[in-house]
């Protein structure tokens, strides 16, 4: 049995143009122990899916309207915000795109991550601190015990998502979602935290749930991918498969827009981008969402749903494209 | 920090002067002579009047003046009244504290109702008590204080005739008394106290919104401390910062709302003391009242750089 089961996850917005269907119809699965990377351009409904997992969308506007979401067993669409309470942090922990802005600015950093403890475990204030300086210690930030009394805007963004990772950590989740934990950070510190991340989950033997847009994270880091556009999957695969035969059209455009560096300087090309934008998602018109703008769309592209279904084994995809083969 | 504080009292000096000088040449400048009773009166002879004038030294040139007010200032002699032949600190030192006790008892009232409905409007925004809520703060401070001052005095003491409408301060003692003190507090205090509510409110409410909806906010749920904790400790503790600073500088503009306030309940306060001496052109005490007003101004805005950087620990005093 998988950990976490989406099945059929659908979030709407209601805006005042219409409802806003970010999130519409996603299935995602994350085995024990396993690094899955969801991957898409920004608005596609990643960041959304993650949050609703938690209900920590802001409801209203927004609302799951359809799907479960079950989580070792047990649906986690029904609870209320008062019963998820028990699950947020101690079973599933999250870590935030914004280091600079997802901390507290008045609180000190222990006192951040001891108050998950406290909530969470029967611990004493004392053992709570104890706790903390040792999650600090554990993310790699020199001299836990005196920079536990310090607030966030004395360190640096690497060293907050530090702080945000030991935040998540701290109660052993079994689940960790991570939602562009280093899109905000420097080139070299992504990397660092990256590590971090792949070392904690080693340590702790939780799985992972990294949401990011770069395909250099995924190929680092994931074991399965899941490729997003407008809301909904549309091509799932291991991390090699992926890479080695992408099959969905917006996925092969997304690898092209990698730049190589393994190339010499004759056989270099212009990047490529894809041409367009993320459509908006108020009253889509039927058909593939990717059709106007997919080199290869096809009438019945405007016309009918591409299912998601499996090609090859653990490789799924939502295309017309593979229908004739 | 307490370098800082001394730091800024020192700056406070100039400015003070500054304010001084102004007010000096402005009442100096302005119609209106303290004598200008003795120089109808037929029974005191022209020289005497001179005599007079020359002792208080009111044909000085006014730089001459100025200096001789504020070295007497500085020595701790604020002059006395023409009117009363009380001096000027004692006067002043008799009315602060009935002045204090109303604009203090006012703004705690006004906490008390802006806080608890400013914090549970935010949470439920556009919710049905939002609504009332933000009506009542709309209307509350769309009519003036001297409007439902004279409103109340016609319900409750007119009308109904349960409170006083009159204040009287009389020095006394014992329970009975202090019960007097009270309910002739209420009138003015409500009326007070609900207009400073009313944008109170409004101003919570904003500065909830403001703070709900940002980053730490979702991670402090993401963390399952439950709705309560995350709107006290987390949401509330950052909206404060800019909550705690308006009403500090919003003071001095209290104090200058309850002289309206005074006039319509007869409150002995500083304000009318202010309102009868300037009706008297009894310019000692009009000056040192307003250079009163002008310290509080100075004292609370220190008071609320102080605040923010106690409430807000990026801000470092230097």
């Not at chain 1, 592209?301 to 499996?310: S, V």
């Not at chain 2, 400790?233 to 705690?244: E, G, T």
């Not at chain 2, 200058?256 to 007869?266: H, K, S, W």
């Amino acid at each position: 049995m998988a950990l976490l089961d989406i099945k059929g996850l659908k979030t709407h917005f209601s805006t005042d143009a219409g409802v806003l269907q970010a999130v519409d119809g996603v299935d995602i699965s994350i085995n024990r122990g396993e690094t899955l990377c969801v991957v898409g351009e920004s608005g596609c409904g990643k960041t959304v899916t993650a949050m609703s997992i938690l209900k920590l969308i802001a409801m209203p506007p927004g609302k799951i309207v359809e799907g479960e979401i079950m989580f070792e067993g047990r649906d986690l669409v029904p609870l209320s915000s008062r019963e998820l309470d028990d699950i947020r942090a101690k079973e599933i922990g999250f870590i935030f795109q914004e280091p600079m802005t997802s901390l507290n600015p008045v609180l000190t950093i222990g006192e951040q991550i001891a108050e998950s403890l406290r909530r969470h475990e029967a611990v004493t204030k004392k053992q709570a601190l104890e706790r903390t300086i040792e999650m600090l210690k554990l993310v790699q930030i020199p001299n836990a015990a005196g920079r536990v009394h310090h607030y966030p805007h004395q360190f640096s963004g690497g060293m907050r998502q530090r702080v945000m990772i030991a935040m998540a950590l701290a109660c052993r989740p079994k689940l960790v979602i991570a939602d562009e934990p280093t899109t905000a950070l420097d080139v070299t510190i992504q990397a660092q935290i990256l590590d971090l991340l792949q070392d904690m989950k080693e340590r702790f033997g939780m799985a992972v749930m990294l949401i990011t847009h770069a395909m250099g994270v995924v190929a680092e880091t994931a074991q399965r991918v899941v490729v997003m556009y407008a809301g909904k999957v549309v091509e799932e695969a291991p991390v090699d498969e992926l890479f080695g035969n992408p099959r969905h059209p917006y996925t092969q455009g997304l690898i092209r827009s990698i730049p190589r560096i393994d190339l010499d300087a004759e056989h270099k090309t212009r990047l490529e981008a894809i041409g367009g934008s993320v459509p908006i998602l108020i009253n889509p018109p039927p058909g593939c969402r990717f059709a106007p703008r997919c080199k290869h769309a096809m009438s019945i592209c405007t016309e009918q749903e591409p299912r998601l279904r499996e090609i090859a084994p653990g490789h799924r995809m939502a295309c017309h494209l593979g229908d004739a083969s | 920090m307490s370098q800082y504080i001394l730091r800024r009292l020192m700056i406070a000096i100039p400015s003070l002067l500054g304010i001084s000088v102004v007010l000096f040449v402005v009442l100096a400048l302005a119609p209106g002579d303290p004598f200008s009773e003795l120089a109808t009166n037929p029974n005191v002879p022209p020289e005497v009047q001179a005599a007079l004038r020359a002792k208080f030294g009111l044909d000085d040139p006014i730089y001459l003046r100025y200096l001789h007010w504020i070295t007497a200032m500085a020595h701790g002699d604020w002059g006395f009244s023409f009117v009363s032949r009380v001096d000027v600190d004692t006067l002043i030192l008799q009315r602060l504290p009935t002045t204090l006790y109303v604009v203090g008892s006012s703004q705690l009232l006004a906490l008390l109702i802006a806080i608890p409905v400013g914090v549970y409007a935010a949470t439920r925004p556009y919710s049905l008590f939002d609504q009332l809520a933000n009506t009542f703060a709309f209307i509350g401070f769309s009519l003036p204080t001297f409007f439902t001052g004279i409103l109340f005095i016609l319900v409750f003491s007119v009308k109904l005739d349960w409170l006083p409408f009159v204040y009287t301060s009389v020095p006394g003692s014992g329970i009975p008394w202090l019960l007097e003190m009270i309910r002739q507090a209420i009138m003015p205090v409500m009326v007070l106290g609900l207009f400073q509510a009313a944008s109170m409110t409004r101003f919570v409410r904003s500065a909830m919104l403001d703070v709900i909806r940002l980053d730490y906010v979702t991670t402090a749920r993401a963390k399952g401390l439950g709705q309560a904790k995350v709107i006290v400790k987390h949401v509330m503790r950052n909206a404060m910062i800019p909550v705690v600073t308006l009403i500090a500088l919003q003071m001095p503009a209290v104090f200058g709302g309850a002289i309206v306030t005074e006039q319509i309940f007869r409150i002995p306060g500083i304000g009318s003391l202010l309102i009868s001496s300037i009706l008297a052109n009894d310019t000692p005490v009009v000056m040192a009242v307003t250079f009163v007003f002008a310290c509080l101004v100075v004292l609370f805005n220190l008071i609320a750089d102080v605040l923010y950087g106690w409430l807000d620990p990026r801000i470092s005093f230097r």
